[in-house]
DNA sequence: CCAAATGTGTTGCTTAAGCGACAAAATCGA
DNA sequence: TCGATTTTGTCGCTTAAGCAACACATTTGG
């Protein structure tokens, strides 16, 4: 991200601050718990502050999690990639990791909103990845594509969960043939 | 201390933020190679306002150690104590750990300059301890007891130094009950 | 049930920190 | 040695962060 690129070191400082806080707190308490004053507190800001950076502890939520999940995904490195059989296999690596890594932190309530996180950062890799197999398709084709295979990497980890015992590997590869197949055919 | 009571949070940050720099910067390299860029990079403030916090770079020196100091003297749990061999033991112990602890860091031809610290927090200690004792004593003639109990004390540890091998306790010990049999004479 | 306590979000004003530019000093290298 | 960097310390201006107070939900426990 240019994200910070020209930002204000101080904002920047400030926002990891809070970030990090909220990291911490939900490694202690679930989120339902956590107010807005417990995490000023953790990162030793003013609580006025806070509103400067987030909307709300929801805002934060989101942004924390898109931020944790962007690490998992390295979203720079996978668009690099190309749209093949090893790539499938890593993000969907990368999506169980992250289930894996919130799963203790209490965030229950929140699955829903967890779920769209993981889906835009996806579809945001898919599109990339898609633009450039495809450069002079349709890019409204490519983006619903890319939701659809976002919401089917999704929906492959919730089943995953609910399967306990294989890895993630073995688990999808049964469906990337497939998810290929129409690839390659359009 | 209350140096921080009541400071802007902001400042109390950004102090620390210098101060950890400076003591991380000077494992790597020694002080006379150290810059104020240096110092406010590795602290990721800006430059001017290293010189809002500290007068120039011997400032911080200064102050850093000083800091660095205390947490050896815990200048508060001394000042509880009674002006007793314990205590000497202690303070004696205290600055030698000291002095260990910045030998490794490179402060070659600052040695007046820590040594001055040094004698400065002792003198303090003294005085307080002095102070309680005789509570009815001149303040001028206990202010005076407690300068040269601290360059007697500073003195002891340069000796100790050149004598590679003793403990401290073992090697102070011999000193104490001529300094306390002047203590009770008075 | 309702009052007291706690949490939320916003505001106007104050202040610490960021920025760029500057002259002056120190350091370096050829 | 001398010119070129680099470092130092300072300046005025801009902006992020602190603070206290506010009205308005929400808990909570007696």
Known sequence: MMDQAKMDPRAV?????????????????????????DITMEA?????TFYRHFEDIYD???????E???VNLDSAAFTERELDE??????????????QSISHRCHSG????IARIIRDQLEVIFFKLLTKKNPQ???????LTAVMLSWGIYGASVEWKRNGGLSPETFIKGAIPFIRFGLEAE
Chains 1, 2 share one sequence.
């Open 110 to 113: 929140y699955e829903e909103t």
């Open 60 to 66: 934060l939520l989101e942004k924390a999690l898109s």
């Open 13 to 37: 400082r400030t926002r990891k601050l809070i970030m990090d806080s909220f990291i911490t707190l939900s490694e202690r308490k679930e989120f339902k718990d956590i107010t807005v004053k």
């Open 44 to 48: 030793m800001i003013n609580r006025a």
């Open 68 to 70: 944790v999940l962007l």
């Open 137 to 143: 398709a349709n890019a409204d084709s490519l983006h």
């Open 86 to 99: 090893q790539t499938f296999f890593q993000l969907f690596e990368a999506v169980t990791n992250f289930q």
